[in-house]
């Protein structure tokens, strides 16, 4: 088997390697998607908008970071079966098991995003209500407070 790049034969440890260096900066990225998203929670609750912008944008770094890391990783995703066969069975066992966890946390992400998202959604139509009785409030007050023109108070009779 070779690298795709060349006709030397792969070397499944040094293969396994850089794959590891990789496992390495997407574990700390998904760690500190994990911390941003913890802290978005704890924005949404407590109704701060600003901070939670700031936060967003931030966490849109990260995920263009992720992104880019996956691309990354993906020839290895493709040639993992057949190049973890030529692996000692407990290194193919830890990567597999990173590899496992990388899953696992993308999908706790993403179930918690669907959360908050559903959250900001509630938020969002509770504001709208209340925006439209405060329009409400401003119509039935302004019936009452309608200023009509009021003519000439004073005539002038003689002329």
């Known amino acids: ?55 967003l944008r931030e966490r849109q770094d990260v995920l263009t970071r992720i992104g880019e890391m996956s691309e990354g990783v993906e020839p290895f995703r493709a040639r993992w079966a057949d190049v973890s066969q030529r692996l000692d069975p407990e290194r193919k066992g830890l990567i597999q098991a990173r590899l496992d966890s990388l899953t696992d946390a993308a999908g706790r992400i993403m179930s918690r995003d669907e959360e908050d998202r559903k959250t900001l959604e509630g938020k969002r139509d509770e504001l709208a209500r209340e925006l439209a009785g405060v329009d409400s409030a401003q119509a039935a007050v302004s019936a009452y407070t309608e200023v009509k023109p009021i003519g000439a108070r004073f005539q002038d009779r003689e002329g």
């Open 1 to 55: 088997m070779t690298d795709g790049l060349n006709t030397q034969p792969l070397d499944a440890a040094a293969w396994a390697d850089n794959l590891e260096r990789r496992l390495t900066l997407a574990e700390g990225l998904f760690e500190r998607l994990g911390a941003l998203g913890r802290r978005q929670r704890e924005l949404i609750q407590g109704g701060e908008s600003l901070p939670l912008l700031d936060l």
